[in-house]
């Protein structure tokens, strides 16, 4: 569909230097899929492309290899992933990526929605209780896209102290954010060993095993600014 997509749209237009994309759940899915369409296509293929995906699910059964994996048209891949999602069938996917591919992942405090922006207890009603993650995700979405050559008229521009601040907050509230792993969008709630479902490409796993010298930091999704507090100085 992807391709399809493509060859509809590009008719006569100007072929890209560089694409830079952004997503969140299924369109974090979506960046993938975009990417992997514009490697098999012969004046797209070798056009690099960056990706900072929010929380990308694709949902039950959607593990298709152009969903979980990438290739070398892919420079740099950034993601933030939600530490307290336990929703049934909301397996995030830590893509595959070719060796030379640049991958940052960062976990996060909060549910799915929690990272895009919704702030309420349940990430599905109204209210700013929870609203830390959601800025901190904003402010380096902005800071990626700057870093790849974006002009964005309006800018978080948090300050190193603002980090600190909005970390110490989500530790603060550490037993909300533990709270919300009750909440599930689906009903039913699922765990692995007392941690989120993810997937590693195709292959299931829990979230704290998501590291190693594959990732930067090499911590992956276990890593925490306030122990660490040079895990972003990569992506600024």
């Not at 060796?99 to 405090?109: E, G």
Request: proline share 4%; net charge negative.
């Amino acid at each position: 569909m992807q391709q399809q997509i493509i060859k509809m749209y590009r008719k006569g237009g100007v072929i890209p230097s560089q694409v830079n994309i952004v997503g969140w759940s299924r369109g974090g899915i979506s960046c993938h899929m975009l990417a992997n369409a514009m490697l098999e296509d012969e004046l797209l293929k070798e056009i690099p492309v960056n990706i900072f995906a929010i929380d990308p699910v694709p949902g039950p059964l959607n593990f298709q290899n152009e969903k979980v994996s990438l290739g070398k048209n892919v420079k740099e891949y950034v993601a933030f992933y939600a530490k307290d999602e336990r929703s049934k069938g909301f397996y995030c996917v830590i893509p595959k990526t070719d060796s030379a591919t640049i991958v940052r992942i960062f976990l996060m405090r909060g549910q799915h929605a929690t990272l895009a922006g919704n702030a309420s207890l349940d990430s599905v009603s109204e209210g700013k209780v929870l609203y830390e993650p959601g800025l901190i995700v904003r402010h380096f979405t902005e800071v990626c896209l700057t870093r790849w050559g974006v002009k964005l008229d309006k800018k978080l521009e948090l300050s190193d102290r603002d980090l600190l601040e909005l970390h110490q907050s989500i530790a603060k509230n550490s037993d909300l954010y533990q709270d919300i792993q009750n909440y599930s969008y689906t009903q039913f709630t699922e765990k692995n060993g007392n941690e989120r479902n993810v997937s590693y490409g195709d292959e299931g796993s829990q979230f704290s095993l998501i590291r190693g010298n594959q990732f930067l930091p090499e911590s992956g999704l276990i890593s925490d600014f306030l122990v660490d507090p040079l895990i972003y100085d990569g992506i600024k």
